[in-house]
């Protein structure tokens, strides 16, 4: 759009949407943001400072300064509605932040309005959450709709599930923008990223992080474009592609599997706790310790001798969530893992807002 829209970044995090919106190409006039934690508010007024904070969305009550608003966004808290949560859905003080969203739409009558949340947003109490959602969409009266369950792995190596949600104010002409498959986003012209997932959880206090086994000695190869890659058990890794190394070179990470909690034999994720070759990572959370294995048939590889198992930097996070290096930069270890983990990955909001606005 090139006289710029009006946007409103409800539940904004570090700018995972509004970052898609522009890489998107899409101009914005009017910039505003809803978010609570001092922390993101700070990193999210550096990166966007055009943009006028509204403090926390239970409190924007007067819309008059925001005039007409052309697209909002949120993802509304889902710890009560992820497997990691206690399950307490729509009835739990974070996920029931949900309607605080809708009242703004109701109010404001956007021309498009998005959100995203995790999976068991569709099978809480046997779908019955997400019958309210629809109902109380319903109930505004005013916008079609349409939703898609997509992953993140057709951008990122991970099993990372979430719904998107998209309202088209009606009278509004638009272009449709789901059905999205893996072979459209090769088709999109937005780039394939290669990392893992990252989730987090509010209150725990924990430092979020995966963990990546990996060799005390590894080689430089001349066409390895990340130099040393990893050259010491407390050295940083460096971004994990799906090509890293050769099985004939042993030149860094090669044929691996991902692990779920190592110490743990009873531990498992949708019933697995080894992945085989090739597949993505485990959705990631503070509560499990994630890591990668070599196969046995390379057990003779002197360089694979002294596994050790570290933690993912704050870097390698910012790629997994698909942000430019450095975007938390300035903030603690902490803050930035859990920023990131609460963060909505940005590849998917560019290719919807590709769609959307062209």
């Given at each position: ?12 995090g570090i700018g995972g949407f509004a970052l898609g919106l522009e890489k998107s190409g899409v101009k914005i ?174 209150g725990t206090g924990v430092s979020n992080g995966a963990y990546v086994a990996e060799s005390q000695l590894v080689?430089?190869?001349?066409r390895n474009s990340q130099g040393t890659r990893i050259n010491s058990i407390f050295g940083n890794s460096t ?120």
């Amino acid at each position: 759009m090139k006289k710029g829209i009006t946007y409103l970044d409800l539940f904004s995090g570090i700018g995972g949407f509004a970052l898609g919106l522009e890489k998107s190409g899409v101009k914005i006039k009017h910039h505003f943001f809803s978010e609570i934690d001092p922390y993101a508010i700070k990193l999210y007024q550096q990166k966007f400072p055009k943009a006028k904070g509204l403090g926390d969305v239970a409190t924007i009550k007067s819309f008059s300064e925001l005039g007409h608003i052309d697209l909002i966004t949120f993802g509304f808290p889902c710890q009560d509605l992820s497997i990691a949560g206690k399950g307490k859905g729509f009835d739990g003080t974070r996920s029931s932040l949900f309607y605080e969203a809708t009242r703004i739409v109701r109010e404001t009558k956007p021309t498009h309005f998005i959100f995203e949340n995790v999976k068991g947003l569709l099978s809480h109490d046997n779908g019955r959450t997400f019958e309210k959602v629809l109902q109380e969409i319903a109930d505004i009266g005013l916008y079609d709709c349409e939703w898609q369950l997509v992953n993140t792995k057709w951008f990122l190596p991970q099993n990372r599930e979430r719904i998107y949600f998209i309202g088209h104010l009606r009278g509004k002409s638009g272009p449709k923008v789901f059905p999205i498959t893996a072979s459209s986003v090769e088709a999109s012209g937005v780039s394939r990223q290669y990392a893992n997932t990252i989730t987090t959880r509010y209150g725990t206090g924990v430092s979020n992080g995966a963990y990546v086994a990996e060799s005390q000695l590894v080689q430089k190869t001349k066409r390895n474009s990340q130099g040393t890659r990893i050259n010491s058990i407390f050295g940083n890794s460096t971004c994990l592609t799906a090509s890293s190394g050769g099985l004939g070179k042993h030149t860094g990470l090669y044929a691996v599997r991902a692990i779920l909690t190592p110490d743990r034999i009873k531990k498992r994720q949708n019933g697995r706790r080894v992945k085989d070759i090739g597949e993505p990572a485990f959705t990631l959370t503070t509560q499990d310790r994630h890591g990668i294995i070599i196969p046995a048939e390379m057990d003779d590889c002197p360089q694979f001798k002294g596994l050790a198992v570290r933690k993912l930097t704050p870097l390698e996070c910012e790629r997994l969530q698909g942000f430019p290096d450095g975007w938390t930069a300035g903030f603690s270890d902490n803050q930035r893992y859990k920023m990131l983990g609460n963060a909505v990955s940005v590849p998917l909001p560019t290719l919807i807002f590709n769609r959307l606005y062209s």
